[in-house]
């Protein structure tokens, strides 16, 4: 109880600089526990973006909108030039028509587009045993995927799955919720983003008709090495067969790969930051403690002069420094834990409590605190007690 009151005392008795060191440890602290935890949060986002876009890599050619006729595709164009120019992989073409549409998930009831049935009527029309409201409620989350399809998509599914929940339609590998059905559209698809009360719906129709221009093809690359000779080989076609048209060829497996490369620059920029950081507030301990040792060179001296060896009052100084950096660095730890988790909400990833963020800069922290504390603290074997304590009056 001695040694945990003269412990206490000697931290009391530096207020000023007790505070100033608390205060940067625990920023480092907070600083170096969300870069870890952020940085560990972001590279397993991009790892399974990668993993997604590797999954279901694609080829996506873009026609740019025109007036005239001449300088857009045709389905006829894709059926001679591209079609069947990249096998084994499939192609597909798409017609986009962007509408957007105000609808509040909450009431069915939509502003602009009349035809939009809510799910209940979706199920009542085709025999579906959907459970009530279990949608609306899940659109309350303010960016939820969905979907609302055209009434022979829903009889197909009917037909192929009679005895089923037919509530989602899976597209590549995900699954959308299903909203509802639109009568008067066939095979349409709205792809639906919610933002809270405002629905916003994007038309996609698929259309075979020869005459009908085209916004989009998709080449299903399976293969992300094949992507760059396929995007190179699309590139040829265009331009050799369709100069007049003009377009944007996305390669989601070039996509990947500079998402591969950028986790290497993350990490670096991270670990200079926590770097910085740790060694901001070993200099400021550091300093703080040449501050103390001559602040208390009487007290040096006293405790010299009784009988105290200078390893005994180092001790006694580390200790005090110690734990003064042990407590602010747990405040720091779930502080900047507690940062990391509402940047990820904002972010919309997933949150993980990652131990190992803390548990890093912990260490770090404190490592640093007593490397810290080693370069001042040698001043003491030059101490003479009786020229100390002299030297204070």
């Not at 509408?99 to 049935?117: K, L, M, T």
């Not at 009434?151 to 509802?180: C, F, S, T, W």
């Not at 998402?259 to 400021?284: D, E, H, P, T, Y």
């Not at 006293?302 to 042990?326: D, M, N, W, Y």
Request: hydrophobic share 40%.
């Amino acid at each position: 109880m001695k040694t945990i009151y003269t412990l206490l005392k000697g931290i009391w008795s530096q207020k000023t600089r007790t505070a100033l060191t608390a205060i940067s440890t625990v920023c480092a602290a907070a600083i170096l526990t969300c870069l870890v935890a952020f940085y560990h949060a972001s590279t397993n986002w991009m790892a399974r973006e990668i993993e997604q876009i590797n999954r279901t890599t694609k080829i996506h050619l873009h026609i740019m909108p025109s007036e005239h006729d001449y300088e857009m595709m045709t389905y006829s164009d894709y059926s001679a030039y591209i079609q069947n120019q990249f096998k084994p992989y499939a192609t597909s073409v798409i017609k986009l028509n962007f509408s957007s549409i105000q609808f509040n998930p909450r009431s069915g009831q939509s502003d602009y587009f009349e035809h939009v049935n809510t799910n209940w009527e979706f199920a009542k029309t085709f025999g579906i045993h959907i459970q009530e409201g279990r949608f609306f409620s899940r659109l309350e989350h303010p960016h939820n995927d969905f979907v609302v399809i055209g009434h022979q998509v829903a009889e197909k599914m009917r037909v192929e799955n009679p005895n089923g929940a037919n509530d989602h339609l899976v597209i590549g590998n995900k699954q959308y919720p299903i909203l509802g059905v639109i009568q008067k559209q066939d095979s349409a698809l709205f792809y639906g983003k919610d933002y809270v009360n405002n629905t916003i719906f994007t038309f996609l129709n698929h259309t075979t008709q020869p005459r009908t221009t085209i916004d989009q093809i998709v080449i299903q690359v399976n293969n992300p090495s094949d992507c760059n000779r396929v995007s190179e080989q699309l590139n040829h076609i265009m331009k050799k067969n369709l100069p007049n048209v003009k377009y944007q060829i996305d390669n989601m497996g070039e996509i990947a790969a500079n998402l591969q490369a950028s986790m290497s620059k993350i990490r670096l920029v991270f670990c200079i930051l926590g770097l910085v950081s740790a060694l901001v507030a070993g200099v400021n301990i550091c300093n703080s403690m040449y501050a103390i040792i001559s602040e208390r060179t009487e007290e040096i001296g006293i405790r010299l002069a009784i009988g105290a060896s200078p390893f005994q009052v180092k001790q006694l100084l580390t200790a005090e420094t110690g734990t003064i950096c042990l407590l602010s660095t747990m405040i720091g730890i779930l502080i900047g834990e507690l940062i990391n988790s509402q940047l990820i909400e904002q972010l919309e990833w997933d949150y993980e409590w990652i131990p190992a963020a803390g548990l890093l800069s912990f260490l770090i922290i404190n490592l640093i605190s007593l490397l810290s504390c080693y370069i001042p603290l040698r001043k003491i074997n030059r101490i003479n007690p009786i020229a100390a304590i002299q030297g204070s009056k």
